[in-house]
């Protein structure tokens, strides 16, 4: 076995409101050579942990945790769709190991996923269906949200059985750094709105999807010209962050609580909880060394912008 770790944000609003071109063209080589270097490593397997955004997983029943045995990418604000090639006897194998730890964990034979999925796939492995993959659902925007801690022990849990497999397995973790974009909250919405977020969101009509991008993009732009219309990125709480990943510190993320990293860098800062169980996973194979970091804070994209290496110390480079 041997396994290599790639974090890398993810953003709906590439393409629609982008960046200085400078900018752009820094976070296109950061996605290059993330790309040529899990080229290099050539993975059989990926395990791909990712939140969602109110496209798959709704209040109807809402898992913190939840593995696919089967997904299939909607294609939100441009991203590919399509099913995933999910290799189903692994990833029941993975959920059963999961859950034997003490970790509870839901299944789906009908996993819809966005492009917190979608985009990693397609930027770092080329399509959805480029490499056999173990969709990991963490749950990132609807309370109640898991703690830093669970989704640590979420990550050992599956880590543990990474180290089983006779393979090299990738593990991705997609998601944005400090950032909150105007996703809804269950308590502060109408009952149209209510009524998205417990189901009738799922399979929206074309005029819809459409509609609930375009309000993300301009408040993207509206966000350009005032950074307090939404709120404000925390570029100190980020860089902190990736410091602790790179230690090797992630459980001291067990102290901080869900009110309080939503007061400090925004609600959708849970998103960071796919890179601590991906870190998590690492560390359960041995100790490793944090390579080629990248931070940018992003205000047309809503985000602190990262990417992240890792690889087990004495594993030769990727």
């Known amino acids: ?181 105007p996703v809804p909250e269950l308590a502060k919405v109408d009952a149209r709105m209510a009524e998205r977020l417990l189901g009738g969101g799922r399979n929206l009509p074309a005029d819809e999807r459409a509609a609930r991008q375009q309000r993300v993009i301009d408040a993207a732009r509206a966000f350009v010209e005032d950074p307090h219309s939404l709120h404000p990125l925390n570029p100190e709480w980020d860089q902190a962050f990736l410091d602790l990943l790179v230690g090797g510190r992630v459980a001291e993320l067990d102290r901080l609580s869900n009110a309080d990293l939503s007061r400090l860098a925004g609600r959708s800062t849970h998103e960071v909880k796919t890179w601590v169980a991906a870190f998590a996973a690492l560390s359960a194979c041995g100790p490793y060394r944090a390579e080629a970091r990248y931070y940018r804070p992003i205000p047309e994209w809503i985000a602190g912008f990262g990417a992240l290496s890792a690889r087990p110390v004495g594993q030769a480079d990727a």
């Open 1 to 181: 076995m041997s396994v290599y770790l790639q974090c890398l944000s993810h953003t709906p609003l590439v393409g629609h409101v982008d960046p200085a071109p400078e900018v752009l063209a820094e976070v296109d080589a950061v996605v290059r050579e993330a790309r040529q270097r899990i080229a290099r490593f050539a993975p059989e397997l990926v395990i791909l942990f990712s939140p969602d955004h109110y496209n798959g997983f709704f209040y109807d029943l809402m898992p913190s945790f939840c593995i696919g045995m089967a997904a299939h990418a909607i294609g939100d604000y441009g991203t590919a769709a399509g099913p995933l090639d999910v290799p189903r006897e692994l990833a029941e194998a993975c959920a059963a190991a999961v859950l034997e730890a003490g970790v509870d964990v839901a299944v789906s034979y009908r996993m819809q996923v966005d492009h917190g999925f979608a985009q990693p796939l397609e930027l770092l492995l080329g399509g959805l269906e480029c490499c056999p993959v173990i969709p990991v659902f963490v749950n990132a925007v609807a309370a109640p949200l898991p703690s830093f801690q669970r989704a640590r022990l979420l990550g050992e849990a599956i880590g543990r059985f990474t180290r089983g497999l006779d393979r090299r397995v990738l593990l991705l973790a997609s998601g944005g750094l400090s950032h909150q974009p």
